[in-house]
């Protein structure tokens, strides 16, 4: 059976409802440690978006997230601790920074294609923690580089709905997230999204056709990188820290992208469901080998490799693979016996 | 001046052995179009075993031929079991599947050999001449000579043999090579055998530059010489070679002369290839392609 794209947006429509409804129903049924665990998938999900904007979209890959998450986690994490700020009033000026700074790095870009955009920005990765540490460590606790801000605290208010704080943090993370995705959705699906795409499939088709190839380059940097910060300020909501080891950025750097493609690239659905598995998937063989926590992420890249192999255009590509399989064989077999 | 020529040597010294990973890497790149994310972390676990082979007694030069041997196998059969069935596959497929193994790889090293520090002596010994007021270790004067070594058998087996011609013909044309009746497979199996041995090497001649080997010892040798990789254009072998030199001299330099670079000199690289790839958008000596509309 085909279906028209008035019953196509009725179904994604009510698909959309039933994730929201599963989603505001889990802090109610999960514990404070499970619930931080999903407030976690939620802001990997964000990050993710927007690393899809570019890299997915756009087709500009970049090893680098961590470092633009980075900014967002301690732009927060310094005005909550040093100026006193509420955790909200800090998202737009997170917003504002990491579209500047995005900007500034995607000029340089615009002369790099490929691999070699994909190493500069995983330099840019190798690099942030050294920076932070540089400058930034003077707000951390003992002159390291953490800093710890007060928590976010459930409000008076929401008594009547909220047990524990990590439920409020949640759903403060669930609501901003759905925003971001309604954002990016549209942004897609607009005359930006055909220009960022149009650029990612042929750049010089594209210019000839009036898009602004350098316009939307760099603009798809600043957003991307605005999307991974405020998934950075999510993190010290949810977390209550702000941290820059090497290794932390590096990872999720590259988890970023590990959630993108596992999800399916260009998609609006992908980089949240590519969140989901990478952040359960991290847990879920963390404790499969009793004290044998070495061999955990051997065990998650393993996992990643044999996803690829089954996989290989994402879950959402799959996923489209299986529609389109289906709606191969029901016209098949609609087709009349004898019929030319 | 001493000072100046004593930092250029250390420079040198380290430029050559992120020109032996940048090789690998170039390597790999050339013959099969992927950017190897595991290339450390292989060059890590081969530096273990030859940790572990001069630990039980092993002269200290036949460990490393040995575990380059070893990385020569297990770099062929990486090839064939891992990268194989996803050769066609998307770019990024690739580079997710690269980055799997090198988790994969890390935490198999770690669980293999602890993650204590180790020491591993320097395979030319301790010794240093004086000339005039610069001392010239012993250590220095093997790695160069490792890396002129290592340049020049890489150009005779490209350039000379009848493998180094199939390896080139993949690199340039992988279906007319397969018309030709070079099989395309074995090729790649053998530049990846390679590319990991050159590894096994390089990671040999940096751990004993350094306080102690650690799991972490090869990820910021990998940085740096992604940064000559694409510093000397990514398919071009001398490249690698220069772009290696070029980082590490220009690394020690900033970290004599430029105080307020003192603990990021992770900057001095990453603002160099900016640079470079502003004017040479492909690196160095790398090639340009020609886009058709």
């Known amino acids: ?340 | 001046m001493t000072l100046f020529l004593q930092q250029l040597m250390n420079g040198i010294g380290n430029g050559v052995i992120y020109a032996s990973v940048a090789l690998a890497l170039v390597l790999i790149y050339r013959t099969t179009g992927i950017l190897n994310f595991a290339q450390g972390e292989m060059a890590l676990f081969a530096t273990y075993v030859t940790w572990q082979l001069e630990d039980w007694g092993v002269q200290i030069v036949l460990a490393i031929v040995l575990s380059m041997a070893i990385a020569f196998v297990t770099g062929g059969l990486i090839e064939l079991i891992v990268i194989r069935p996803v050769e066609q596959k998307s770019p990024f497929v690739i580079l997710i599947v690269t980055i799997g193994l090198f988790l994969a790889i890390n935490s198999l090293t770690i669980f293999q050999f602890g993650d204590d520090e180790r020491q591993l002596p320097s395979a030319f010994g301790e010794g240093a001449w004086k000339v005039g007021d610069v001392s010239i270790t012993a250590n220095f004067s093997g790695l160069v000579a490792v890396l002129v070594v290592e340049c020049a058998v890489l150009w005779l087996l490209l350039q000379k043999t009848k493998l180094g011609l199939g390896l080139r013909a993949v690199a340039s044309n992988p279906e007319s090579a397969r018309l030709v009746g070079i099989s395309s497979g074995t090729m790649l199996m053998i530049g990846w055998a390679i590319a990991s041995s050159l590894g096994a090497l390089g990671g040999a001649m940096y751990v004993p530059t350094t306080p102690a080997l650690t799991s972490g010892s090869m990820q910021a040798v990998l940085v740096y010489a992604f940064a000559a990789a694409a510093l000397g254009g990514f398919d071009s072998p001398l490249g690698a070679v220069v772009g290696g030199l070029v980082v590490g001299v220009a690394e020690a330099l900033a970290i004599e002369y430029v105080e307020p670079l003192h603990d990021i000199t992770l900057v001095v690289p990453f603002v160099l290839i900016g640079v470079v790839l502003l004017f040479r958008p492909t690196g160095l000596f790398g090639r340009n392609v020609v886009e058709r509309v």
């Not at chain 1, 409802?17 to 499970?34: D, E, N």
């Not at chain 1, 690099?127 to 801000?149: E, H, M, W």
């Not at chain 1, 992420?297 to 399989?325: S, T």
């Not at chain 1, 029901?330 to 019929?339: I, K, M, N, R």
């Open chain 1, 1 to 340: 059976m085909g279906l028209n794209t008035l019953q196509r947006r009725l179904v994604n429509l009510a698909i959309a409802i039933v994730v929201v409804g599963v989603l505001l129903w889990v802090p109610q049924y999960f514990g404070s440690t499970q619930t931080t665990l999903w407030a976690q998938a939620i802001y990997y999900a964000v990050a993710a978006m927007g690393l899809n904007l570019l890299t997915g979209y756009n087709g500009q890959i970049s090893i680098g997230h961590g470092a633009f998450f980075g900014v967002g986690a301690y732009t927060t994490a310094i005005l909550m601790e040093n100026s006193n700020w509420q955790f909200l009033p800090t998202l737009p000026v997170v917003v504002i920074v990491a579209l500047v700074l995005g900007a500034a790095f995607g000029f340089p870009a615009l002369r790099v294609k490929g691999l070699y955009l994909a190493l500069i920005t995983l330099g840019l990765a190798a690099l942030f923690p050294d920076l932070v540490n540089r400058f930034a460590s003077k707000y951390g606790t003992g002159g390291t580089s953490l800093i710890q801000p007060p928590r976010v605290l459930a409000p008076t208010w929401a008594d009547s709905f909220i047990d524990f704080d990590d439920q409020y943090r949640y759903y403060m993370a669930l609501v901003i997230a759905i925003a971001m995705f309604l954002l990016a959705a549209n942004l897609v699906r607009g005359r930006f999204g055909r220009a960022l795409v149009a650029v990612r499939d042929h750049e010089a088709a594209a210019s000839i056709l009036g898009v602004n190839v350098a316009r939307v380059k760099v603009s798809a940097f600043a957003i991307s990188a605005a999307y991974a910060a405020v998934a950075g300020a999510l993190s010290v909501m949810v977390e209550g820290s702000a941290n820059a080891g090497k290794v932390e950025v590096f990872q999720q750097s590259i988890l970023f992208l590990v959630a993108v493609v596992i999800g399916g690239t260009a998609t609006v659905a992908g980089p949240a469901i590519g969140a989901f598995v990478v952040v359960f998937a991290q847990d879920f063989t963390k404790d499969l080998i009793d004290d044998k926590p070495v061999l955990s992420p051997a065990l998650f890249g393993i996992v990643l490799i044999l996803m690829m192999y089954v996989l290989p255009d994402g879950l959402g590509g799959g996923v489209r693979r299986l529609a389109q399989r289906r709606r191969a064989m029901t016209l098949s077999a609609s087709v009349p016996p004898g019929a030319p």
